[in-house]
């Protein structure tokens, strides 16, 4: 028998633990990579295409990776609490892990600004939820401060550890491909995500297992923008809530990552945004976040307009699966498309037989 026992234990090699740390795992990491097969062509455009289904690990998103790391670190320093400031994600894996170790979790959410499937987790995994009357950085905030007053470990991705754990993607692609892909996208929110890809695409090089490290591209959504505003900005909005930050914590790191790796940031609309989520749901069967369907819906303009030359190889990360969000993905569908009948074999033929298929 083999079990495939989480990232940690996979990477300990390369991984802030020893033989006495406990991990802390419910076996996340090692998603696959899915090279797409439809939308290249749509394109007219000769690139390899290849997304990183994040959406896969065990609470549906990338933040699994960190918080693994960030929780066994925890509990392995003594602690029997850890606190989040979230727009969704974070305190999903939050609650998840520490349900796992079985100690406490704290998280404050903005109110009625986090998509459904994550308030659902949050809550079944029973972590205690502090909803506050303000955004995700107003929760960064105080979190910042809490520390000072309560006996409670920080896992937001300031807490270092959590980069050493999200890192791990860039070695899983490595390992997949045989080498650095020529670029790679990332929506980008605090961007800790991508600092993290960067940190694991260098180390890999370093190391000579791969020949050379991707241009990183980071895609933020128009309405929640700082990086290509060139600011901090105090009302950030955006259907893509898991990005909805104004005051990203990873500012200098996300402008190393820019520098050293020769690459750039952009912004996309909403609509944009939206459309590549339903494309590739549509087009290839697979089916993202909000959030996740930046990196594609980045990637997508910059190869249309030659900013990605023909012949690249592209690997886009989605950091988190559709069913997150629910109600973002029906409000694109006309409902008016469902087809209702009486229970008969005839209506169901005419229903078949009037879309047409040859
Ligand atoms: C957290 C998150 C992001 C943003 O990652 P950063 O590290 O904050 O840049 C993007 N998409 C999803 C689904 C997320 O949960």
Known sequence: ???????????????????????????EGNTPLIQ?????????????I?????????????????????????????????ICASTGNTSVAAAAYAARAGIKAFVLIPEGKIALGKLAQTMIHGATIIQIKGNFDDGMRLVKEVADHAPVSIVNSINPFRLQGQKT???????????????????????????????GYKEYHQDGKASETPVMLGYQAKGAAPFIKGEMINNPETVATAIRIGHPQSWDLAHTVKQESNGWFDA?????????????????GIFCEPASAVSLAGAMRDIKSGKIPEGSKIVCT?????????????????????????????????????????
């Open 318 to 358: 989605l950091t988190g699966h559709g069913l997150k969000d629910p109600d973002s993905a029906i409000a694109q569908c006309n409902s008016e498309d469902m087809i209702i009948i009486e229970p008969e074999i005839t209506k169901v033929r005419d229903a078949i037989l009037n879309e047409g298929i040859d």
């Open 268 to 284: 996309l609309s909403d609509e944009d945004i939206l459309s590549a989520q339903k494309l590739l749901a549509e087009k290839e």
């Open 169 to 199: 993607a860039a070695f899983e692609v490595v390992e997949e491909l045989g080498d650095a892909p020529d670029y790679h996208c990332l929506p980008v929110g605090n961007a800790g995500n991508i600092s993290a890809y960067w940190m």
């Open 1 to 27: 028998m083999q079990l495939y026992t989480g990232l940690i234990n996979h990477y300990k090699d390369r991984l802030p633990v020893d033989e006495n740390t406990k991990f802390i795992s419910l076996g």
């Open 50 to 82: 290849y997304v990183k289904y994040e959406g896969l690990n065990p609470t549906g998103s990338f933040k699994d990776r960190g918080m693994t790391m960030a929780v066994t670190k925890a509990v392995e320093s003594g602690s029997k609490a850890i």
């Open 36 to 48: 797409l097969k439809n939308i290249p062509s749509l394109l007219s455009k000769n690139v390899d």
